[in-house]
């Protein structure tokens, strides 16, 4: 139980048709998450990040559809599942925690009512009961007064107290994974510490597992154990967050790292990585970085690479193809 | 250069705005009028060909001074001056349409600032027509000459703004915004809509701008790391008032205020592997009702009895010159 991972995600294809063709925003994107764990998946927009997100909660809207691949919850096939039996993982097993809490949230109901009702959807309690629990909730994820603010509005809240009650809606029925799609980026930087703060307490604490999706990679390397990079809806990069961040191999990560500005460290001018993310109509033939590497050689422009083991991560990069590293070293010697 | 009066000079600048319920119901429910200080008595200097730079959190004051400083606003007291003339007391038109091409601004959206039914030599070459500083028959030239400048291609003016990214968009406001050839730019999160990779690009070709024109810059954002980036100077606001004004590495090698630092230590870093930020406890007060004394006082480390009572003026600190509005500042 405590090796085989809480999450299995193999392969998975999510696709678009539309009169202009079928597009392919999650293109053969696989990774593990184990129980208390916190997996970062990080990329620009148009990456496929929320996409990955909403495919693993099944919430990936019409026309679209998972067209090819596996999602395993504890072992058991989660993606073809029904409507009827998804609507029992998705908040009971699975929760998601959005960007924009005010969104997220209903207006017209108190907090207390929006929690009690998701409480009593998956745990057979009391009304009393459940208000208790509400009120545990309340107090777990750090709101003061949490008795009194129960029969409150989500506008009387802050943002970051209204975060706060999307997190606890999302703890209700104790999910095993936590998927939260940028959930501090509305938030204040003094904020967004205190929700990131909470999420890893809470992370270490129930043993609950976390996807944190976000663009910012100061909160991943703060946050996460491990961390995917991703580019046009594949995985350029993936491993443990110390070793992708601070060495990083796929040319979009080194680009990304050396483009990324930082409060601390020696000021120098800043890289930047030529042009921008492929539209997802015309993404290149290859690898879908090929345009904007300055590494780039033949094979980049014919066939798409495969994630290959490198210095502790998985890079899918042809620099670091065996087959390949002879023209490579011959290159950077004529350098 | 030093001895000049510096280009911009923004004293004891204030923005009170009157939130009150309208007067019927005021009278009903018995109520005071009520007021919003979104800025504060905020004083700062930029030197000519420098970047002034403005950080703070949600509902600081930050893009309300930007407005008042290019003129979109009049602030309820103090003055702005720019060349040692204040901005709002030019009664004359000539002299006042003189004063605003000396003047731009680029905004944080590149979707919503730019009329997305005109086609892009349209958008970059209204300032020229505006103003009226070339004939029409050299405009298209200076178009083509500025999207070069900003690293579009000549063909590009045919377009129409959705048919750029992002960061083209921003490239496109930066055109426009140089179309007059002004002196002072007010750039308000000019690069918090884009992505880290085309972040670069955009901040890059401004400091490049900024060195081939001698350009001037207040550059407003709440991302320290961009700040440190761009900065000479920076102004740290808190509540609409300036807590801390020092130079970039004074500043960031020591912070004297404590919401400086505690703005640096929430700051997320990209090679601080599993840190969890020292907690700060509370949020941004309510602007309307500030707490009394110095309005960081609830969320501060330190707090003593004077903080509560006491507004804490601004003291000028160390051979750096920093200044500080903080009663248990020392050194």
């Given amino acids: 139980m405590s090796n085989s991972p809480l999450l299995q995600v193999s392969d998975l294809i999510v696709e678009f048709p539309t009169r202009s063709g079928v597009l392919r925003p999650v293109d053969r994107v696989g990774f593990d998450v184990r129980a208390g764990e916190i997996v970062g998946l990080v990329g620009e927009s148009g990456a496929g990040k929320s996409m990955c997100g909403s495919a693993i909660i099944g919430l990936i809207d019409r026309p679209g559809r998972i067209s090819g691949g596996e999602i395993r919850l504890n072992g058991e096939r989660i993606d073809n599942l029904p409507e009827e039996r998804l609507r029992h993982i998705r908040g009971k097993r699975i929760a998601m925690v959005f960007q924009d809490p005010l969104t997220s949230l209903n207006p017209l109901m108190t907090v207390g009512q929006q929690l009690i009702q998701t409480i009593r959807t998956h745990l057979p309690l009391s009304a009393n009961d459940a208000r208790a629990r509400a009120i545990g909730l309340l107090e777990e994820v750090g709101i003061p007064a949490a008795a009194a603010r129960i029969d409150a509005y989500p506008h009387q809240f802050s943002g970051g107290m209204r975060q706060r009650v999307v997190i606890a809606l999302a703890l209700a029925a104790e999910p095993e994974l936590i998927i939260a799609d940028e959930p501090t980026t509305a938030l204040d930087v003094s904020v967004q510490a205190q929700i990131m703060a909470l999420l890893k307490r809470l992370c270490r604490e129930r043993g609950t597992a976390v996807i944190l999706i976000t663009h910012d990679m100061g909160v991943i390397a703060e946050t996460t154990d491990r961390v995917a990079v991703l580019y046009a809806g594949r995985i350029a990069e993936i491993g443990p967050t110390r070793n992708v961040l601070s060495t990083p191999s796929h040319p979009y990560t080194v680009g990304l790292m050396a483009s990324t500005p930082s409060t601390t460290g020696s000021l120098h001018t800043l890289s930047q990585i030529p042009g921008s993310m492929p539209n997802l109509r015309a993404i290149p033939k290859g690898c879908a970085f090929n345009a904007r590497c300055g590494k780039a050689f033949s094979p980049c422009f014919q066939d798409i690479p495969v994630l290959e083991p490198v210095e502790g991560s998985e890079v899918a990069c042809w620099l670091y193809d065996p087959a390949y590293q002879n023209t490579k070293e011959t290159s950077g010697a004529s350098e | ?331």
């Fill in chain 2, 1 to 331: 250069m030093s001895g000049d009066t510096p280009l911009i000079q923004a004293r004891d600048l204030s923005a009170v705005f009157d939130v009150s319920k309208p007067w019927l119901n005021r009278m009903l429910a018995m109520e005071q009028k009520r007021f919003l200080t979104a800025v504060d008595t905020v004083d700062f200097d930029i030197p000519k060909g420098k970047t002034f730079a403005l950080v703070g959190e949600s509902g600081s004051g930050k893009s309300t001074i930007g407005r008042m400083i290019v003129g979109l606003q009049k602030p309820t007291t103090g003055q702005v001056l720019i060349d040692g003339q204040n901005l709002f007391s030019i009664t004359n038109e000539k002299q006042k349409l003189a004063m605003r091409r000396r003047i731009q601004m680029i905004f944080q959206s590149p979707y919503a600032s730019l009329n997305p039914r005109w086609r892009v030599k349209h958008i970059i070459g209204e300032p020229v027509r505006a103003f009226n500083l070339l004939p029409s028959g050299e405009i298209d030239k200076r178009v083509e000459e500025l999207l070069d400048q900003v690293g579009l291609a000549k063909s590009d003016g045919e377009k129409f703004p959705h048919e750029f990214s992002g960061g083209q968009r921003q490239r496109i406001a930066i055109a426009r915004a140089l179309a007059s050839n002004p002196e002072f730019i007010v750039c308000d999160e000019p690069t918090s809509a884009l992505d880290v990779s085309v972040q670069s690009q955009v901040l890059n070709l401004m400091k490049a701008l900024q060195r081939e024109l001698g350009l001037t810059y207040l550059f407003i954002s709440h991302d320290l790391s961009v700040i440190r980036y761009m900065a000479d100077q920076i102004g740290v606001l808190y509540l609409g008032r300036l807590v801390e004004v020092a130079d970039r590495d004074t500043l960031f090698d020591n912070p004297r205020h404590p919401y400086t630092r505690m703005l640096m230590d929430a700051a997320p870093h990209i090679d601080a592997f599993g840190r969890t930020a020292e907690i700060v406890s509370g949020e941004i007060p309510d602007p309307i009702n500030k707490p009394s004394g110095c309005s960081f006082h609830p969320r501060c480390e330190l707090t003593a009895d004077q903080c509560r009572r006491e507004r804490p003026e601004v003291r000028v600190f160390g051979p750096e010159k920093a200044r500080v509005a903080c009663h248990l500042c020392t050194a």
